[in-house]
T-cell receptor, first 112, second 113 residues
Framework: DTEVTQTPKHLVMGMTNKKSLKCEQHMGHRAMYWYKQKAKKPPELMFVYSYEKLSINESVPSRFSPECPNSSLLNLHLHALQPEDSALYLC???????????FGSGTRLTVV | AQSVTQPDIHITVSEGASLELRCNYSYGATPYLFWYVQSPGQGLQLLLKYFSGDTLVQGIKGFEAEFKRSQSSFNLRKPSVHWSDAAEYFCAVPPGNNNDMRFGAGTRLTVKP
């Protein structure tokens, strides 16, 4: 298995909703990442998990809450989002420090 | 910290023509450098990577890139572009000792018939 799987592919949520994005990989990668990508912009790093521990939080608002239940899974819990949070959310994983990333196809999030 | 700059926001080439996408990096030592491609609405796919050694790197889909220390560049090339190569291309570098890949602004490639 050489893929990163993200679910759902599309999500529409209201500003008072609570939802979660899921990411799964079975490549034995020990680092996992969440990126946010707005239209016509590069991906922006949100969080990094290394060996299931949060190692980087790029000053992301608390309405985004990451979770790494085990080495294969990464969740992003969403609560009280704003319309400007609408974006493509990408998950990625890598084998080790500075290794090449494998990206999922993303979740297209729309906040209404 | 390491960073990359992609000077070209948008490039248009004719199908069958050659392609070169520019990437400049800023770092004192030899950096790790990557090129990724993103089709509309999709995730990013690794095209190729440079860690050390041979400065000409071969990637997937017929792409190659050359690391030139004297020019601080890592330009992506393809001898003959296909319509399916139309996409966004990102040069990337991990700037520090953490696992955090940072991307250039991207170059959007349009392929004319």
């Amino acid at each position: 298995d050489t893929e990163v799987t993200q679910t759902p592919k599309h999500l529409v949520m209201g500003m008072t909703n609570k939802k979660s994005l899921k990411c799964e990989q079975h490549m034995g990668h020990r680092a996992m990442y969440w990126y946010k990508q707005k239209a016509k912009k590069p991906p922006e790093l949100m969080f990094v998990y290394s060996y299931e521990k949060l190692s980087i939080n790029e000053s992301v608002p608390s309405r985004f809450s990451p979770e790494c239940p085990n080495s294969s899974l990464l969740n992003l819990h969403l609560h009280a989002l704003q319309p400007e949070d609408s974006a493509l959310y990408l998950c990625a994983s890598s084998q080790d420090h500075r290794g090449a990333y494998t990206f999922g196809s993303g979740t297209r999030l729309t906040v209404v | 910290a390491q960073s990359v700059t992609q000077p070209d926001i948008h490039i248009t080439v004719s199908e069958g023509a050659s392609l070169e996408l520019r990437c400049n990096y800023s770092y004192g030592a030899t950096p790790y450098l990557f090129w990724y491609v993103q089709s509309p609405g999709q995730g990013l796919q690794l095209l190729l990577k440079y860690f050390s050694g041979d400065t000409l790197v071969q990637g997937i889909k017929g792409f190659e890139a050359e690391f030139k220390r004297s020019q601080s560049s890592f330009n992506l090339r393809k001898p003959s572009v296909h319509w399916s190569d139309a996409a966004e291309y990102f040069c990337a570098v991990p700037p520090g000792n953490n696992n955090d890949m940072r991307f250039g602004a991207g170059t959007r490639l349009t392929v004319k018939p």
